[in-house]
């Protein structure tokens, strides 16, 4: 892995880290501060709803700093975020820390997988972009198990100030690594905006929410899953997790490199395996083995769609790829945030947690739809920049 995409992947793991550890310190930090365990997860609905609203605003505060300058202010932002979460005294404090910590997220994603493309010959961004990611996946293989671990032995502060340390590393490795002048346009807002006109971006936007709706709408309730229908012990759904982090993994290097073959049509072969493979774990979960081999597909699949993604978003918006790509990174946020959403709607109208793949699949059809629209249209609209 070259130097600067090593750099911006350990950023990549800080911040996925610190996205998705605080689901397993809730109870610690409702005991510690006194709040009840709904009130704790809307530190997770706030940071997701912190990078769905602050991309965009902070992709124009920075569009026109060199792009070291602003990856170095974005990793600031995001240490500043997870040191204000260790020392804060009370919940106010932490949610207010929460969402400035997501302000950096989206944007530092999307400027990211700009810089990671450029670094690197045409026919190998997309695998650039994956190779960024990869510290995304890992955050999910190692950082969130370790973090959660490290909370609860010694306090869910500590799982900050560990992060806090993962982000001063990463910004020692961007300092260090990143060129210091890196080709970017010059941006205006009218020009920023104007892509949103544009219904091939428009659709990229709509199948990045519907992909990690069809996601989330599953993997939110993946422990209750695995526990009461499955019947696996709380112990075993940690290792079970784990194989499904891996699969992330296997996916992200998957779809880097079948992105930069045929990004649309290995992007529409990956969202109709995932319909595939939800109606086929809608089956196994039932059984331990079976559902195991799901689950490791499904996470191979469920992030093999990313690169494709964030490649078509570049492509498609030519004249302003950060705002575009930053904007993905919140379309991403608000499908997790719908997902949630739907499944819980519908276990609160007396679905059963076994029916919950099928939502999945109604929305990752969804998806396929989109795409398949976003195809048609490709072929009587010139590629807008």
Known sequence: MPLPLLALAVAAFGIGTTEFVIMGLLPDVARDLS???????????????????????????VANMPRKK??????????????????????AVLM????VTAFCHGAFFGIGSVVAA???APNRRAQAIAL????LTLANVLGVPLGTALGQAVGWRATFWA??????????????????????????????????????????????????????STF????????????FTPHAVTMVLLLFGLGLTVGSTLGGKLADWRPVHSLMSFLLAIVAILSIFAVTMRSEIPAMITIFLWGMLAFAIVPPLQM?????????????????????????????????????AGAPLASLPWVGVATAAGAVALTWWSVSLDRRLPVAG
Do not use: H
């Open 163 to 216: 992060v806090t340390g993962i982000g001063v590393l990463a910004a020692v490795a961007l300092a260090l690594c990143l060129p210091s002048k890196i080709d970017m346009q010059k941006a205006s807002l009218v020009r920023e905006f104007t892509l949103l006109k544009n219904a091939q971006v428009l659709m990229v936007l709509g199948t990045s929410v519907l992909a990690s709706a069809s996601l989330f």
């Open 70 to 91: 602003a990856l170095m202010s974005l990793i600031g932002i995001f240490i500043l975020g997870n040191l204000l979460c260790a020392i804060a005294p009370g919940y």
């Open 312 to 348: 078509l978003i570049v492509d498609r918006a030519s004249s302003a790829p950060n705002l575009a790509s930053t904007l993905n990174q919140g379309a991403f946020n608000l499908g997790n945030a719908t997902g949630a959403w739907l499944g819980g709607m519908a276990i609160g």
């Open 132 to 135: 960024m990611f990869t510290g």
């Open 96 to 99: 207010a820390a929460r969402i």
């Open 35 to 61: 709040v009840s365990i709904p009130a704790a997860g809307m530190l997770v609905s706030a940071y997701a709803l912190g990078v769905t609203i602050g991309a965009p605003i902070v992709a124009i505060a």
């Open 220 to 231: 939110t309730y993946i422990t209750p899953i695995l526990e009461d229908v499955t019947g």
């Open 118 to 120: 450029g670094l690197v």
